[in-house]
């Protein structure tokens, strides 16, 4: 290869990872002056009520996003493997414990 612009696998590739990424119009996540940090998993010395903190509050951001239903449909494309953090109301999965949701945790504002 002689680094041209126009390697057909390579954009094959590229299209087939981008058809994955969700069109989430309006995704509340994005908002200025939204913290995307609020998303995070937890980070290696976070207190673990600082974590929940910060997710109650990812998880109430999700709950008012009008791209929910679009992201959620995404995150279910992961069922064995999901994203870490909050994502689509979710909070990250605890290993033995179901994952909760906006509409189920009851610590959701
Ligand atoms: S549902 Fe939550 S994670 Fe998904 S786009 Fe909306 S705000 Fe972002």
């Avoid at 057909?8 to 069109?23: F, G, H, S």
């Avoid at 951001?61 to 953090?85: E, V």
């Amino acid at each position: 290869m002689t680094g041209g612009s126009a390697d057909p696998a390579w954009l094959t590739l590229l299209e087939r990872i981008l058809d994955r990424v969700p069109k989430l119009d309006g995704a509340a996540c994005a908002r200025p002056g939204v913290d995307p940090r609020l998303f995070d998993p937890a980070g290696p010395n976070e207190p673990p009520a600082a974590v929940a903190a910060r997710h109650t509050a990812a998880q109430s951001i999700c709950a008012g996003c009008p791209a929910l239903d679009d992201c959620a449909a995404w995150l279910d494309t992961f069922p064995k493997r999901p994203p870490r953090g909050v994502v689509a109301g979710r909070r990250p999965r605890i290993a033995g414990r179901p994952a909760t949701d906006a509409t189920t945790d009851r610590t959701a504002a």
